[in-house]
């Protein structure tokens, strides 16, 4: 079995004029279009940004470049074909990260927003369950509706994670006030994804350039960097032993074996009975999505394992190399045919946990 672990949604605003009563107008999220471009404005702000230091991708969230037959999830029968036309049976779902955004300052606002995707998508997926998995939206802008939308999305609306940012505003993951999200995934032993976006609210470095190719360069993977410290300088896997965390979308998982052995190094030089990071990607609490076409893919997989890498295609944004990401991940180079399956099908199963099932 073939599962997607990172394909996407494409957010139609219409969901937030019909479902978000009790929000102010000027605060619902709304497209805005700049020369052919299509923006969003959220709780008052654009995004992505569209110039100046730290700004976003300039094609904005609207781009149709691939072909795909599905971009809403209004058209499963589109999407379940150019599934097919890959070999993939599963795929879990994500939204267009200007969901998952930190920078709105309203937490009602942002937990509205959240509530509403979840059971838009929750609909749409209706049309083939055993296909189309998703991920809960939650907003940490307000942890305790966070986790009472966690619970909500996972026991009533068959959600198989949550997605977070890397951080929240100048707040890591480990922040205290995030205890009663944490605490509530751990109850349900839940798949955390860590997936960011440049340019819609602040990531680590990329404010100091002034141009898309250096504020995406930086900020991906360093924000992920960012967040994978944060796991071990608040000691989370022993506070939540039954969290797993994933990172999505990081540029691949190249940085992953310099940045275990450095958390490593440190860990070992704060306590000898702390466990080290590598300790915990072999227990499969870690994982990392790759690139299809990845060709240090089998240099990862000497020095980390082969459990711990997830297959994402990211399909159907525009920079996705579908229909090619399954066959160019057999094809690298080097990657032995049992590991490709593992990351291609089995580590998303233990990740999601219930995919395995």
Not at 19 to 41: A, C, N, S
Not at 100 to 114: H, K, L, T
Not at 155 to 183: I, K, M, N
Request: glycine share 10%; hydrophobic share 40%.
């Amino acid at each position: 079995m073939i599962v997607d672990a990172d394909a996407h949604v494409t957010v139609p605003y219409e969901i937030f004029a019909e479902r978000l009563d009790g929000i102010p107008t000027d605060r619902k999220p709304r497209p805005i279009h700049l020369d052919g471009r299509e923006f969003w404005v959220i709780d008052g702000k654009l995004a992505p940004k569209l110039g100046g230091f730290g700004q976003g991708t300039p094609g904005g969230f609207g781009t149709r470049r691939i072909g795909a037959q599905d971009y809403y999830v209004d058209n499963v029968p589109g999407r379940l074909s150019d599934m097919d036309r890959e070999g993939v049976q599963i795929q879990v779902l994500y939204p267009d990260l200007i969901l998952v955004n930190p920078g709105i300052e309203n937490p009602d606002v942002a937990s509205a927003i959240s509530r509403a995707w979840n059971d838009h998508l929750a609909e749409r997926c209706a049309a083939a369950p055993d296909r189309l998995k998703r991920v809960a939206v939650v907003a940490l802008q307000d942890p305790l509706q966070a986790a009472h939308e966690l619970r909500r999305a996972v026991v009533e609306l068959g959600c198989v994670g949550a997605v977070t940012p890397p951080l929240v505003g100048s707040r890591l993951l480990d922040h205290r006030d995030f205890e009663p999200f944490f605490e509530e995934a751990d109850r349900l032993q839940a798949a955390i994804a860590i997936h960011g976006v440049t340019g819609v609210y602040e990531q680590p470095w990329q404010d100091l350039f002034d141009t898309w190719f250096g504020s995406r360069t930086v900020a991906v993977p360093i924000s992920y960097m960012v967040a994978m410290t944060s796991l071990f300088q608040g000691h989370m896997l022993e506070r939540y032993p039954h969290v797993r965390f994933g990172f999505f979308e990081a540029g691949g998982c190249g940085w992953v074996p310099y940045w275990t052995e450095r958390l490593d190094d440190q860990i070992a030089t704060r306590s000898k009975q702390d466990t080290p990071a590598s300790e915990y990607i072999r227990q499969g609490r870690l994982f990392f999505s790759c690139e299809p076409d990845e060709r240090g893919l089998p240099d990862v997989v000497a020095r980390i394992g082969d459990g711990c890498i997830l297959y994402a295609s990211d399909y159907p944004h525009g920079d996705t190399k579908w229909p090619n990401t399954v066959s160019a991940l057999r094809a690298i180079p080097g990657l032995e045919e049992s590991a490709a399956e593992r990351i291609l099908g089995d580590n998303a199963g233990h990740f999601y946990r219930c995919l395995a099932d």
